[in-house]
């Protein structure tokens, strides 16, 4: 059951002597329900794949499908999360989460029924990420684990089937990031979302992924892929 299927993905920035080759023929793919880590040197081009898969870089060259459409674009089928939590300063933590532009409940013709079901699942998420003390808090007013879970949690509202999460751990402390990664499991248990997570942190990939897709030096191509069984951890 393919979820993410990558073809011969080329990406390049810039043009002429600025002309950076990002990705080269990349081909990978991923099936439902996996946790799949990325990891690379700085620079090999994690980034810009998982950017691509979210939407937000164009590509020229190859093919990228997700749940059997092509992407081409943003889609409420796959969230992104980055090490930078990019909350809304202005909003509490449940109101951050419940911040989906693609919800009805904001808009004029929402119904209770729209206005309710987000509120409940904003509520559940709160819960899940461990969130119910400082869900009327500000994000200035939190760590950057905490910040982090609301982003996390924010992603998770409108139920995407593929989480991407870019270095979401980088900025945090070792303390902080172990409880994060039993954090991000056990979501990923629960949700059964697909998650590709980038990394340049080889032990960090080892232990979250199922699979570890290793990336080689630029321009970005993909080196190997290890399958750790679930009893080798
Ligand atoms: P990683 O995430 O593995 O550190 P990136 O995907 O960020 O790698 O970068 C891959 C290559 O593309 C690098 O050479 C980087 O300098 C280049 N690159 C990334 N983003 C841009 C951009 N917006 N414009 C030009 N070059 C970029
Ligand atoms: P609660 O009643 O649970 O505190 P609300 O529904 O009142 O939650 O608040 C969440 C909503 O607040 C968001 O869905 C969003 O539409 C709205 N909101 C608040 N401030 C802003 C803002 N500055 N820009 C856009 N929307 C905002």
Redesign the pocket.
Same mark, same amino acid.
């Given at each position: 059951d393919i979820k993410i299927g990558i073809r011969h993905l080329d990406k390049h920035? &810039?043009a002429g002597a600025r002309r $950076?080759h =990002?990705l080269r023929d990349v081909c990978l793919d991923i099936a439902a329900g996996e946790f799949v880590t990325l990891v690379? =040197?700085? &620079?090999? &081009?994690?980034? $810009?794949?998982l950017?691509t898969l979210g939407g937000l870089e164009e590509y020229a060259e190859g093919d990228i499908v997700c749940n059997g459409a092509s992407v081409d674009g943003p889609g409420p089928d796959r969230a992104m999360v980055f090490q930078s939590y990019s909350l809304y300063p202005w909003l509490t933590v449940t109101q951050n989460i419940k911040f989906c532009r693609r919800l009805k409940h904001h808009r004029e013709d929402a119904t209770s029924a729209d206005v309710e079901m987000a509120a409940g699942r904003a509520e559940a998420l709160v819960a899940l990420m461990g969130l119910g003390h400082v869900a009327h808090a500000y994000p200035a007013e939190l760590s950057g684990g905490m910040r982090q879970r609301v982003a996390i949690a924010r992603a998770l509202m409108m139920r995407p089937d593929v989480l991407l999460m870019?270095e979401p751990f980088g900025a945090l402390d070792a303390q902080t990031r172990e409880v994060m990664h039993d954090l991000i499991r056990h979501v990923y248990l629960l949700e059964k979302t697909t998650v590709v997570f980038?990394t340049?942190d080889v032990e960090e990939a080892i232990y979250l992924g199922q699979r570890v897709v290793v990336?080689a030096p630029?321009p &970005?191509r993909i080196d190997s892929i290890i399958d750790i069984p679930f009893g080798a951890r």
């Open positions: 920035y &810039g $950076t =990002a690379g =040197a700085s &620079g090999c &081009g994690k980034s $810009t794949l950017r870019d980038v340049h990336m630029r &970005g």
